[in-house]
């Protein structure tokens, strides 16, 4: 006999998320109350608008203070609003440092985490003498003056496959410390300094050690010639500190078999 | 006799300053307790610093909710400390919504505000159908699609020496209503509108209705050729509503004498 569930009637419904990061204590909802997180708010929304309960899977566990503008993560749904009404229903009632982007039902097979190729981070810096207050809860203020191009050429010695054992915090729960970076890029802007990483993978905290680390490029506390021999001997203290959560932005998460050139345009002209 | 004071031995300091006026009651000090002030801000922490009261003259006294990069003040002080060294000073004191971003000895007679000649105000619009978190605090947000070149049409009907009484609000204590727009620009970016007033002074909540005015000609409700039936007429009604205060920001104020070209050189090229 087979045992009939309501499994086949659920569709698998995956959506796009942005998030000022700056209120909440990380994506993923709390065991026990600590304060409020995007996962907690985007579950408890779903159960107000439909009446159901759904755990979400999410593609990256952003910490707190972390923000997002390409968070992706996915839930099995037996409710019947249209994937394309998701967006406003859910927008109504969230707070407004959260917003519902996109909304798209997928293959039952789809996993927003186990699904991802590539995902994008970048690290914003204010280096200013003074800080611009419009972008203090989106960037890190270094008023010192930092070398770009001197980071720059620090972060073309990590793109690559790598054990990034270096670059990691303890308490991630990654088995191994290979990873690809396919992008490690340092542009300037007005004073603006950005730090785009994309790779198949991140360790915990690896961007903000990057980043950290490429401060101190920037600052000649480390020459660019030192990241091969950081990278190879794998020890957390060669490197420079932890850099501020709020600087960290993930911007986008690929799911395709190609990394799409349009998508990062400014990487190929 | 000639009377001794302490007043030839005072300086005249400005400063210019940037706030996110998202979490102030406004730029002036309030004479009973009604929450945090700009200007309260700025005093206490001067009061701090070297243990002398003093009163700010403002270029503009924006209101609750309104930001500034280019606001400026004036005082006189008998404080020793060099100008130079002012912004470091406060800024160490200063909330991180608040900056100090120059300061200078001044002539006896300068006045922050009578002295101005031309200030510059930008006023944005955020016309994605979803909102971008990251400008809910410095933008209003308009989901249904603005038509801005027809916008920009009607901006430029504004400009030029007219009756503003039209494009004011009841509560400003100004006598007359002529006043003199050089600039009314109406510019996209990527989904971004901005608004950019450049005139000789401004009635109360004038740049806001300019602002709400233009929101409804985007949206086909008031054709760009009544403008100059609005402006004629004088009367309040026939404009568009009040936009918010969030998406106002005080952006330069001019002392010298001629509207200078390298500081608006996006209206210039």
């Given at each position: 006999?087979?045992?009939?569930?309501?499994?086949?009637?659920?569709?698998?419904?995956?959506?796009?998320?942005?998030?000022?990061?700056?209120?909440?204590?990380?994506?993923?909802?709390?065991?026990?109350?600590?304060?409020?997180?995007?996962?907690?708010?985007?579950?408890?929304?779903?159960?107000?608008?439909?009446?159901?309960?759904?755990?979400?899977?999410?593609?990256?566990?952003?910490?707190?203070?972390?923000?997002?503008?390409?968070?992706?993560?996915?839930?099995?749904?037996?409710?019947?609003?249209?994937?394309?009404?998701?967006?406003?229903?859910?927008?109504?009632?969230?707070?407004?440092?959260?917003?519902?982007?996109?909304?798209?039902?997928?293959?039952?097979?789809?996993?927003a985490r186990f699904?991802?190729?590539?995902?994008?981070?970048?690290?914003?810096?204010?280096?200013?003498?003074?800080?611009?207050?419009?972008?203090?809860?989106?960037?890190?203020?270094?008023?010192?003056?930092?070398?770009?191009?001197?980071?720059?050429?620090?972060?073309?010695?990590?793109?690559?496959?790598?054990?990034?054992?270096?670059?990691?915090?303890?308490?991630?729960?990654?088995?191994?410390?290979?990873?690809?970076?396919y992008v490690c890029?340092?542009?300037?802007?007005?004073?603006?300094?950005?730090?785009?990483?994309?790779?198949?993978?991140?360790?915990?905290?690896?961007?903000?050690?990057?980043?950290?680390?490429?401060?101190?490029?920037?600052?000649?506390?480390?020459?660019?010639?030192?990241?091969?021999?950081?990278?190879?001997?794998?020890?957390?203290?060669?490197?420079?500190?932890?850099?501020?959560?709020?600087?960290?932005?993930?911007?986008?998460?690929?799911?395709?078999?190609?990394?799409?050139?349009?998508?990062?345009?400014?990487?190929?002209?």
């Open positions: 006999m087979s045992e009939i569930t309501t499994e086949s009637t659920q569709r698998n419904i995956a959506l796009k998320i942005a998030y000022d990061g700056t209120h909440y204590h990380g994506f993923q909802r709390q065991p026990e109350f600590h304060g409020p997180t995007v996962q907690g708010s985007l579950e408890s929304v779903w159960a107000k608008l439909v009446e159901e309960v759904v755990t979400l899977n999410t593609a990256g566990r952003t910490d707190r203070g972390v923000h997002a503008t390409g968070q992706v993560v996915n839930f099995r749904t037996a409710a019947r609003i249209p994937a394309a009404k998701i967006p406003k229903a859910m927008n109504s009632l969230l707070p407004r440092d959260i917003r519902v982007v996109d909304a798209q039902e997928v293959a039952d097979s789809f996993h699904s991802a190729r590539w995902k994008r981070y970048d690290y914003e810096i204010d280096n200013h003498t003074i800080a611009d207050v419009f972008k203090r809860l989106y960037s890190v203020h270094v008023p010192v003056p930092l070398d770009w191009q001197r980071m720059q050429q620090a972060a073309q010695l990590m793109v690559g496959r790598h054990n990034f054992k270096a670059f990691s915090s303890v308490g991630g729960n990654s088995k191994t410390f290979e990873r690809t970076l890029q340092v542009t300037e802007h007005q004073g603006q300094i950005r730090i785009t990483c994309i790779g198949d993978g991140f360790l915990y905290n690896m961007v903000r050690i990057i980043a950290g680390t490429l401060i101190y490029v920037g600052r000649k506390r480390i020459p660019p010639e030192a990241i091969p021999g950081i990278l190879e001997r794998g020890e957390r203290k060669r490197g420079g500190p932890t850099a501020a959560p709020r600087g960290l932005t993930l911007s986008y998460v690929h799911y395709g078999e190609e990394l799409p050139k349009d998508i990062f345009p400014e990487f190929y002209h």
